[in-house]
T-cell receptor, first 110, second 116 residues
Framework: AQSVTQPDIHITVSEGASLELRCNYS??????LFWYVQSPGQGLQLLLK??????LVQGIKGFEAEFKRSQSSFNLRKPSVHWSDAAEYFC????????FGAGTTVTVRA | GAVVSQHPSRVICKSGTSVKIECRSL??????MFWYRQFPKKSLMLMAT?????????EQGVEKDKFLINHASLTLSTLTVTSAHPEDSSFYIC????????????FGPGTRLTVL
């Protein structure tokens, strides 16, 4: 069965600094991978997705992610964080249903 | 873009009563919808997969008689929490699958259920 691991429970980053959130997946075939963001008390918003093709994926809000098959990873990055990026971030893999990682809480300090 | 709504956004009910939560795909038809439950500071747990015109498929450990799911049309799925108890208090999120787009799911804003 597919699974997703997000090793970092909580990350604190200064505004303007870069951000990288880690995601490792376990899946036999080529995975469909997603990154979602959730603000407090809200639903999930899709940041970006990978199905095939170019392994560097651009998303909304200045986020990007790189699929590395050799490392079974799909890490999310943003070059310069804004205070509004403080939220919960979930990586997910699709195999007839979505399996989510445990999530990473991002705190942005001024 | 594809928009999914949920109603109500918040509901408070007494123990023993039933609560219905609606999930609608506003600008697309969804053959398949999903219901998730999220505990505080936790990930989303898939409860069931709802297919239009057929019975829902429940995940292991989810009581189908307690969490009734109906998917009567291509734009509406409902989750009814029957005989609610305080331990059913949670954040419930639905999603709708866009079948022609690599099965991408679009999520509703969630419903906060509090059972007193």
């Amino acid at each position: 069965a597919q699974s997703v691991t997000q090793p970092d429970i909580h990350i604190t980053v200064s505004e303007g600094a870069s951000l990288e959130l880690r995601c490792n997946y376990s899946y036999g075939a080529t995975p469909y991978l997603f990154w979602y963001v959730q603000s407090p008390g809200q639903g999930l918003q899709l940041l970006l997705k990978y199905f095939s093709g170019d392994t560097l994926v651009q998303g909304i809000k200045g986020f990007e992610a790189e699929f590395k098959r050799s490392q079974s990873s799909f890490n999310l990055r943003k070059p310069s964080v804004h205070w509004s990026d403080a939220a919960e971030y979930f990586c997910a893999v699709y195999d007839y249903k979505l399996s989510f990682g445990a999530g990473t809480t991002v705190t942005v300090r001024a | 873009g594809a928009v999914v709504s949920q109603h109500p956004s918040r509901v408070i009910c007494k123990s023993g009563t039933s609560v219905k939560i609606e999930c609608r795909s506003l600008d697309f038809q969804a053959t398949t919808m999903f219901w998730y439950r999220q505990f505080p500071k936790k990930s989303l747990m898939l409860m069931a997969t709802s297919n239009e015109g057929s019975k829902a498929t429940y995940e292991q450990g989810v009581e189908k008689d307690k969490f009734l799911i109906n998917h009567a049309s291509l734009t509406l799925s409902t989750l009814t929490v029957t005989s609610a108890h305080p331990e059913d208090s949670s954040f419930y999120i639905c999603s709708a699958e866009l079948a022609d787009n690599y099965n991408e799911q679009f999520f509703g804003p969630g419903t906060r259920l509090t059972v007193l």
